[in-house]
C-alpha cells in the first residue's frame, strides 16, 4: 500500500515541478514562435522574480497579493527592456549573434544579482500560507495544491487569450510570418514586446511558486530550471503552446520519478537524455510541427 | 603565392620563440611575484581551450557551450592515468596526456554523431545538455571520486615546466591553424556559410561537422589533462557551464575565426581576474557587457553602413579591372 | 541511352502535389530547358534530381545509375552538379576557395597531411590552385581570386556559382535560372558562355530560365512545366508557340 501511496507521492512531486517547468516553457515556446529565437535569459528572470518577491515582501514588509502584483510587473517590464535594447537590434543578425547576446543577458542578471545580493543563499519564508490537506495516505503540501492550480488557471488564461483575442490572434500572425503580419498592419514590434512581457510575467508566477517552494535564493537558481524547461519546451514541441504545457509536466514526473527511484545524481543527466533523445527521434517534439527550409 | 607563405611561416616561428623567451625570462629571471607566475599555465591552458573552441565556433560556425565537459573527460581521463602510473614525471604526464586527448576525442565522437544533424540553437542547447550530463556522470560515478573530487594528483605541469607545456600550446595552435589552411579546413568552413551548397559540391556536413568536433574536444582533453596536474585536484564543479561561457567569450572577443585573436583574448582574459582580482564579482559582469556590446556591434547599423561602403568600393575597383 | 532518364517523377508535399508524372529524356552534349511560370515545380524538380528531396514516385537513372535514394554528396559524385535560384555562395570564403571547395574529391591528400603541411600537401595544394584557376580563366574570374565572393557583383557571383558547379567535374550541370537579374548584354554573354562550356568540358546542360531570348537562343530542347505536370516538350520554335504553352505563361 505504501509503495503506492509513494508513487503517487512522486508522481504529485512531478506533476509540482513540472507545472513549474511549464509555466517556464511557455515563456520559452511563446519567444521563440514569435521571436524566433531561444531566449537563454528566461530562465533568470525566474531568479528576478524571486529576488523581486524577497525584496517586496520581506525587506519591505508588503502584504502578499501586493507583492506578487509588483513582482509580475518587475519581470514583465525587464522581459520588454530585455528584448528593446539586446535583441530587437539583432532581428536580422545570424542566429549565432542572437544566441550568443542572450547568454550574455542571462550572465548578466546572474552578475548583478550576484554584486547586490552576494552568493551566500538567502533563506525566504513563503508568503503563500496554504495549508495540506492529506487524501487516503498522501500528503500534499500547501504549495503543490497551489501550484497546480495556478498553473492550470494561467495555461487556460493564455490558451483564451491566444485565440480568442485580437493581440493574441496578431501573435500568432507574427509567428507564421512577420512580413506579412506587418503588411496586415499588424505592429509586430508591439506584438514581441507584448510576447516578451507575457512570458517574463509567466516567469515571475513560476518564480514566486518556486521560491515558496524551496524557501532559499541564490543567483543562479534561476539557470538550472529554465534549461531543463527549455527541455520540456522541445519536448512538447517547440512553438507550441499546449506543447510546453504537456512538455513540462511530462518532464517534471520523469525527473521525478527518477530521483526517487533511480539516483538523484543521475536524475539530471536522464532529464538532459530525453532532450537528446527527442531531437534525434523527433525534433519537432510531441506536438509540434517541423517548417522545412527552402532549397 | 608561395613567397606569401614562407613568409607568413618565419614570422609565426619568430614570435613563437619571442613569446617563449620573454616567459622564460620572466620565470627565471625572478621578476614575476609568486601570484604572477601562477597564472602562466593556466594561460596555456585557456590558449589550448580557445584555438580548440575556435574551431568550432569560427570555421565550423557552431556554438556549442559543453567545451568544459570534453576538457573535464579528458583531466579526469589523463589524472587517473598518471595517478595509476609509477614512471618518471614526463613520462607519465605524455601518457596522460595522450589518454586525455583520446578518450576526450572518442566522446566528441560518440556525443557529436547523433548531435551533428542539428542546426544552430538546437546543437548549442544539447551541447549544454550533453555538457551538464557529464557533469552529473562524473558525480555519480565512484571512480572518479564523484563530487569530493579526484586529488592526490601530480604538479606536472606547473610553471617550472613551462616548456613542456608550451610545446603542446604550439602543436595545438599549429594544427588547427595549419587545417583551416588545408582542404579539410575548407571543407569545414563550406559546411559553415552554406551547407546546402556544401552537399551539392560533395561535402559531406556530417563528416566534417563529427571531425571538426573530434579534433576540437581532442585538444580540448589535453588542456585538461593540463589543468588537473596544474591545480592537483578535480571537482565536477569546475568543469560546468561558466566555463564553457568563459572560453566562448575568449573565442567572440578574439573575433569568430580568428585564431591570433583568440590567443591574444585568452591570454589577456586569463591574467586580467589576477590584476583585478579584487573586482571578481565585476569581472563576470563586465564579460557579460562585453558578449552583448560585441553582438551588438557585429551586427549594428553603424557596422553594417562601414562593411557596406567597403564592398561598393572594393565592387567598383572589380567593375573598372573588368572594363 | 540518354544521359538521363527520368519516368513518373513525383513528389507531393502534404496535399499538394509539386511535381507529378515527369518524364524527361536528355541526350548526352545537349542544352536543354525546363521552363514554366513562377511556381510550376521547376527548382523541385532540380531538387529531386540533385536527391534534396525524395521522390514519392518515379525514376531518375543517370548513365545507367539509379540516383533516387542517393543523398546530395553521391549524387554530385555521381555526376550531376548545379546552381540555385537563390545564390548559395560560400559568403565567407575567396572566389579560389570557393571553386577548391568544389575539388575536394579531386584533388585528395589526407588529414594527418593537413595537420602538418607534409608530404602531399604543397603539391596537391598547388594543383587544386592551377586546376581552379583554369576554371575561373573561362569566366573571367581568376584576376578576382583573392576577392571575397560575397564582395562580387552580382553578375559575376552567379558566374562564380557555375564555375564551383563545372569544379565538381559533372556529366550533367543543372543551371537555375542562371541569367535572374542580368542585363541583357550580360545574359548574352551568358549564353555565349553556357555553349562554350557545353562544348569544351563536353556535358549535359539542364537549365531553368524565364529569360526567353536565352531559351530560344541557345536551348535545343525544351520541357515545359506547369503546376508541376509536364505541360508540352519539344524543339523551342514548336514548344513556344504552342497556344497551350502561351495559355500557361500569359492567363486565358
Given at each position: 500500500?505504501?509503495?503506492?501511496?509513494?508513487?503517487?507521492?512522486?508522481?504529485?512531486?512531478?506533476?509540482?515541478?513540472?507545472?513549474?517547468?511549464?509555466?517556464?516553457?511557455?515563456?520559452?515556446?511563446?519567444?521563440?514562435?514569435?521571436?524566433?529565437?531561444?531566449?537563454?535569459?528566461?530562465?533568470?528572470?525566474?531568479?528576478?522574480?524571486?529576488?523581486?518577491?524577497?525584496?517586496?515582501?520581506?525587506?519591505?514588509?508588503?502584504?502578499?497579493?501586493?507583492?506578487?502584483?509588483?513582482?509580475?510587473?518587475?519581470?514583465?517590464?525587464?522581459?520588454?527592456?530585455?528584448?528593446?535594447?539586446?535583441?530587437?537590434?539583432?532581428?536580422?543578425?545570424?542566429?549565432?549573434?542572437?544566441?550568443?547576446?542572450?547568454?550574455?543577458?542571462?550572465?548578466?542578471?546572474?552578475?548583478?544579482?550576484?554584486?547586490?545580493?552576494?552568493?551566500?543563499?538567502?533563506?525566504?519564508?513563503?508568503?503563500?500560507?496554504?495549508?495540506?490537506?492529506?487524501?487516503?495516505?498522501?500528503?500534499?503540501?500547501?504549495?503543490?495544491?497551489?501550484?497546480?492550480?495556478?498553473?492550470?488557471?494561467?495555461?487556460?488564461?493564455?490558451?483564451?487569450?491566444?485565440?480568442?483575442?485580437?493581440?493574441?490572434?496578431?501573435?500568432?500572425?507574427?509567428?507564421?510570418?512577420?512580413?506579412?503580419?506587418?503588411?496586415?498592419?499588424?505592429?509586430?514590434?508591439?506584438?514581441?514586446?507584448?510576447?516578451?512581457?507575457?512570458?517574463?510575467?509567466?516567469?515571475?508566477?513560476?518564480?514566486?511558486?518556486?521560491?515558496?517552494?524551496?524557501?532559499?535564493?541564490?543567483?543562479?537558481?534561476?539557470?538550472?530550471?529554465?534549461?531543463?524547461?527549455?527541455?520540456?519546451?522541445?519536448?512538447?514541441?517547440?512553438?507550441?503552446?499546449?506543447?510546453?504545457?504537456?512538455?513540462?509536466?511530462?518532464?517534471?514526473?520523469?525527473?521525478?520519478?527518477?530521483?526517487?527511484?533511480?539516483?538523484?545524481?543521475?536524475?539530471?543527466?536522464?532529464?538532459?537524455?530525453?532532450?537528446?533523445?527527442?531531437?534525434?527521434?523527433?525534433?519537432?517534439?510531441?506536438?509540434?510541427?517541423?517548417?522545412?527550409?527552402?532549397? | 603565392?608561395?613567397?606569401?607563405?614562407?613568409?607568413?611561416?618565419?614570422?609565426?616561428?619568430?614570435?613563437?620563440?619571442?613569446?617563449?623567451?620573454?616567459?622564460?625570462?620572466?620565470?627565471?629571471?625572478?621578476?614575476?611575484?609568486?601570484?604572477?607566475?601562477?597564472?602562466?599555465?593556466?594561460?596555456?591552458?585557456?590558449?589550448?581551450?580557445?584555438?580548440?573552441?575556435?574551431?568550432?565556433?569560427?570555421?565550423?560556425?557552431?556554438?556549442?557551450?559543453?567545451?568544459?565537459?570534453?576538457?573535464?573527460?579528458?583531466?579526469?581521463?589523463?589524472?587517473?592515468?598518471?595517478?595509476?602510473?609509477?614512471?618518471?614525471?614526463?613520462?607519465?604526464?605524455?601518457?596522460?596526456?595522450?589518454?586525455?586527448?583520446?578518450?576526450?576525442?572518442?566522446?566528441?565522437?560518440?556525443?557529436?554523431?547523433?548531435?551533428?544533424?542539428?542546426?544552430?540553437?538546437?546543437?548549442?542547447?544539447?551541447?549544454?545538455?550533453?555538457?551538464?550530463?557529464?557533469?552529473?556522470?562524473?558525480?555519480?560515478?565512484?571512480?572518479?571520486?564523484?563530487?569530493?573530487?579526484?586529488?592526490?594528483?601530480?604538479?606536472?605541469?606547473?610553471?617550472?615546466?613551462?616548456?613542456?607545456?608550451?610545446?603542446?600550446?604550439?602543436?595545438?595552435?599549429?594544427?588547427?591553424?595549419?587545417?583551416?589552411?588545408?582542404?579539410?579546413?575548407?571543407?569545414?568552413?563550406?559546411?559553415?556559410?552554406?551547407?546546402?551548397a556544401a552537399e551539392a559540391v560533395g561535402i559531406?556536413?556530417?563528416?566534417?561537422?563529427?571531425?571538426?568536433?573530434?579534433?576540437?574536444?581532442?585538444?580540448?582533453?589535453?588542456?585538461?589533462?593540463?589543468?588537473?596536474?596544474?591545480?592537483?585536484?578535480?571537482?565536477?564543479?569546475?568543469?560546468?557551464?561558466?566555463?564553457?561561457?568563459?572560453?566562448?567569450?575568449?573565442?567572440?572577443?578574439?573575433?569568430?575565426?580568428?585564431?591570433?585573436?583568440?590567443?591574444?583574448?585568452?591570454?589577456?582574459?586569463?591574467?586580467?581576474?589576477?590584476?583585478?582580482?579584487?573586482?571578481?564579482?565585476?569581472?563576470?559582469?563586465?564579460?557579460?557587457?562585453?558578449?552583448?556590446?560585441?553582438?551588438?556591434?557585429?551586427?549594428?547599423?553603424?557596422?553594417?553602413?562601414?562593411?557596406?561602403?567597403?564592398?561598393?568600393?572594393?565592387?567598383?575597383?572589380?567593375?573598372?579591372?573588368?572594363? | 541511352?540518354?544521359?538521363?532518364?527520368?519516368?513518373?517523377?513525383?513528389?507531393?508535399?502534404?496535399?499538394?502535389?509539386?511535381?507529378?508524372?515527369?518524364?524527361?529524356?536528355?541526350?548526352?552534349?545537349?542544352?536543354?530547358?525546363?521552363?514554366?511560370?513562377?511556381?510550376?515545380?521547376?527548382?523541385?524538380?532540380?531538387?529531386?534530381?540533385t536527391?534534396?528531396?525524395?521522390?514519392?514516385?518515379?525514376?531518375?537513372?543517370?548513365?545507367?545509375?539509379?540516383?533516387?535514394?542517393?543523398?546530395p554528396t553521391?549524387i554530385c559524385k555521381s555526376g550531376i552538379a548545379r546552381t540555385?535560384?537563390?545564390?548559395?555562395?560560400?559568403?565567407?570564403?575567396?572566389?579560389?576557395?570557393?571553386v577548391k571547395v568544389a575539388l575536394h574529391n579531386h584533388v585528395?591528400?589526407?588529414?594527418?597531411?593537413?595537420?602538418?603541411?607534409?608530404?602531399?600537401?604543397?603539391?596537391?595544394?598547388?594543383?587544386?590552385?592551377?586546376r581552379a584557376?583554369?576554371i575561373?580563366?573561362?569566366?573571367?574570374?581568376?584576376?578576382?581570386?583573392?576577392?571575397?565572393?560575397?564582395?562580387?557583383?552580382?553578375?559575376?557571383?552567379?558566374?562564380?556559382?557555375i564555375a564551383r558547379a563545372l569544379a565538381t567535374e559533372p556529366k550533367l550541370l543543372l543551371?537555375?535560372?542562371?541569367?535572374?537579374?542580368?542585363?541583357?548584354?550580360?545574359?548574352?554573354?551568358?549564353?555565349?558562355?553556357?555553349?562554350?562550356?557545353?562544348?569544351?568540358f563536353?556535358i549535359?546542360?539542364?537549365?531553368?530560365?524565364?529569360?526567353?531570348?536565352?531559351?530560344?537562343?541557345?536551348?535545343?530542347?525544351?520541357?515545359?512545366?506547369?503546376?508541376?505536370?509536364?505541360?508540352?516538350?519539344?524543339?523551342?520554335?514548336?514548344?513556344?508557340?504552342?497556344?497551350?504553352?502561351?495559355?500557361?505563361?500569359?492567363?486565358?
Amino acid at each position: 500500500m505504501s509503495l503506492i501511496n509513494n508513487l503517487v507521492e512522486q508522481l504529485i512531486n512531478g506533476l509540482r515541478t513540472g507545472s513549474i517547468y511549464a509555466l517556464i516553457a511557455l515563456g520559452y515556446t511563446m519567444v521563440y514562435g514569435i521571436a524566433k529565437m531561444i531566449n537563454f535569459a528566461h530562465g533568470d528572470i525566474i531568479m528576478v522574480g524571486a529576488y523581486a518577491l524577497y525584496v517586496f515582501a520581506a525587506l519591505l514588509g508588503l502584504p502578499a497579493p501586493v507583492c506578487i502584483l509588483l513582482t509580475i510587473i518587475v519581470c514583465a517590464v525587464l522581459g520588454i527592456l530585455v528584448e528593446r535594447i539586446a535583441y530587437k537590434p539583432l532581428r536580422n543578425a545570424p542566429s549565432l549573434a542572437v544566441l550568443i547576446t542572450a547568454i550574455g543577458v542571462s550572465y548578466f542578471l546572474q552578475n548583478v544579482a550576484l554584486i547586490i545580493f552576494k552568493a551566500t543563499p538567502i533563506p525566504f519564508g513563503s508568503i503563500i500560507k496554504v495549508p495540506s490537506i492529506k487524501i487516503g495516505g498522501i500528503h500534499i503540501s500547501g504549495i503543490t495544491i497551489v501550484t497546480l492550480i495556478v498553473t492550470v488557471i494561467a495555461m487556460a488564461v493564455l490558451t483564451w487569450f491566444i485565440n480568442k483575442t485580437k493581440a493574441g490572434s496578431a501573435m500568432r500572425a507574427v509567428s507564421e510570418d512577420k512580413g506579412a503580419a506587418a503588411l496586415m498592419g499588424i505592429n509586430v514590434n508591439k506584438t514581441i514586446s507584448m510576447t516578451f512581457a507575457i512570458g517574463s510575467a509567466l516567469a515571475a508566477v513560476a518564480g514566486i511558486l518556486f521560491i515558496c517552494q524551496y524557501e532559499s535564493l541564490s543567483p543562479t537558481l534561476g539557470a538550472l530550471p529554465g534549461i531543463k524547461a527549455f527541455v520540456a519546451a522541445v519536448l512538447g514541441g517547440i512553438g507550441s503552446i499546449p506543447g510546453a504545457m504537456l512538455g513540462g509536466i511530462v518532464l517534471g514526473i520523469i525527473e521525478s520519478l527518477s530521483k526517487a527511484y533511480i539516483s538523484t545524481q543521475l536524475a539530471d543527466a536522464i532529464v538532459f537524455g530525453v532532450l537528446v533523445i527527442v531531437l534525434l527521434v523527433k525534433p519537432s517534439g510531441l506536438l509540434g510541427k517541423m517548417k522545412a527550409e527552402k532549397v | 603565392m608561395n613567397k606569401k607563405i614562407n613568409k607568413s611561416v618565419i614570422i609565426n616561428v619568430i614570435l613563437a620563440l619571442v613569446a617563449y623567451g620573454v616567459v622564460m625570462a620572466l620565470i627565471y629571471g625572478g621578476l614575476l611575484g609568486r601570484q604572477a607566475m601562477s597564472i602562466i599555465i593556466p594561460c596555456c591552458i585557456n590558449v589550448m581551450l580557445a584555438v580548440s573552441l575556435c574551431l568550432l565556433v569560427g570555421f565550423l560556425g557552431e556554438l556549442t557551450l559543453g567545451h568544459a565537459g570534453f576538457m573535464s573527460i579528458g583531466a579526469y581521463a589523463g589524472a587517473l592515468t598518471t595517478n595509476a602510473l609509477d614512471l618518471p614525471p614526463q613520462i607519465e604526464l605524455l601518457i596522460g596526456l595522450l589518454v586525455g586527448g583520446i578518450v576526450a576525442a572518442v566522446f566528441s565522437l560518440i556525443i557529436g554523431l547523433p548531435v551533428l544533424r542539428l542546426k544552430g540553437d538546437y546543437l548549442a542547447i544539447v551541447t549544454l545538455g550533453f555538457g551538464e550530463i557529464i557533469k552529473s556522470v562524473i558525480n555519480f560515478l565512484g571512480f572518479t571520486g564523484g563530487a569530493k573530487g579526484l586529488s592526490g594528483i601530480g604538479a606536472y605541469s606547473n610553471y617550472k615546466n613551462f616548456t613542456f607545456v608550451y610545446i603542446f600550446v604550439l602543436l595545438t595552435i599549429l594544427v588547427i591553424s595549419n587545417l583551416v589552411k588545408s582542404r579539410h579546413g575548407r571543407a569545414i568552413c563550406a559546411v559553415r556559410d552554406n551547407y546546402i551548397a556544401a552537399e551539392a559540391v560533395g561535402i559531406k556536413v556530417s563528416k566534417f561537422k563529427t571531425m571538426a568536433f573530434v579534433i576540437s574536444g581532442f585538444f580540448a582533453g589535453m588542456a585538461g589533462v593540463f589543468y588537473a596536474h596544474n591545480v592537483g585536484i578535480l571537482k565536477p564543479g569546475n568543469f560546468d557551464y561558466n566555463k564553457s561561457i568563459e572560453i566562448l567569450v575568449m573565442v567572440v572577443l578574439g573575433g569568430m575565426g580568428n585564431i591570433k585573436g583568440a590567443i591574444i583574448a585568452a591570454v589577456i582574459l586569463t591574467a586580467l581576474p589576477e590584476v583585478l582580482r579584487s573586482a571578481a564579482d565585476f569581472r563576470m559582469l563586465l564579460y557579460a557587457i562585453v558578449l552583448i556590446a560585441m553582438m551588438l556591434f557585429n551586427n549594428s547599423k553603424f557596422r553594417m553602413a562601414m562593411i557596406e561602403k567597403r564592398n561598393l568600393k572594393k565592387a567598383m575597383s572589380i567593375q573598372k579591372e573588368g572594363e | 541511352m540518354a544521359l538521363l532518364e527520368v519516368k513518373h517523377l513525383g513528389i507531393s508535399f502534404g496535399g499538394l502535389r509539386a511535381v507529378d508524372d515527369l518524364n524527361m529524356s536528355i541526350e548526352q552534349g545537349s542544352l536543354v530547358g525546363l521552363i514554366g511560370p513562377n511556381g510550376a515545380g521547376k527548382t523541385t524538380a532540380f531538387n529531386l534530381l540533385t536527391g534534396v528531396y525524395a521522390p514519392s514516385e518515379g525514376t531518375i537513372v543517370l548513365d545507367g545509375e539509379n540516383l533516387v535514394g542517393k543523398a546530395p554528396t553521391e549524387i554530385c559524385k555521381s555526376g550531376i552538379a548545379r546552381t540555385f535560384q537563390n545564390i548559395r555562395l560560400f559568403s565567407q570564403m575567396t572566389v579560389l576557395d570557393n571553386v577548391k571547395v568544389a575539388l575536394h574529391n579531386h584533388v585528395e591528400y589526407s588529414l594527418a597531411e593537413s595537420f602538418f603541411h607534409l608530404g602531399k600537401y604543397s603539391k596537391k595544394e598547388k594543383e587544386m590552385d592551377e586546376r581552379a584557376i583554369e576554371i575561373l580563366k573561362v569566366f573571367d574570374l581568376d584576376g578576382q581570386a583573392d576577392v571575397l565572393a560575397s564582395n562580387l557583383p552580382y553578375g559575376k557571383q552567379r558566374k562564380l556559382e557555375i564555375a564551383r558547379a563545372l569544379a565538381t567535374e559533372p556529366k550533367l550541370l543543372l543551371l537555375d535560372e542562371p541569367a535572374a537579374g542580368m542585363n541583357p548584354n550580360e545574359t548574352q554573354e551568358l549564353m555565349d558562355t553556357i555553349q562554350l562550356i557545353r562544348d569544351k568540358f563536353h556535358i549535359t546542360i539542364l537549365l531553368i530560365e524565364h529569360d526567353m531570348k536565352l531559351v530560344s537562343g541557345i536551348c535545343e530542347y525544351l520541357y515545359v512545366l506547369n503546376f508541376g505536370m509536364e505541360l508540352a516538350h519539344g524543339e523551342p520554335t514548336d514548344v513556344l508557340n504552342d497556344p497551350k504553352v502561351i495559355t500557361a505563361y500569359l492567363g486565358e
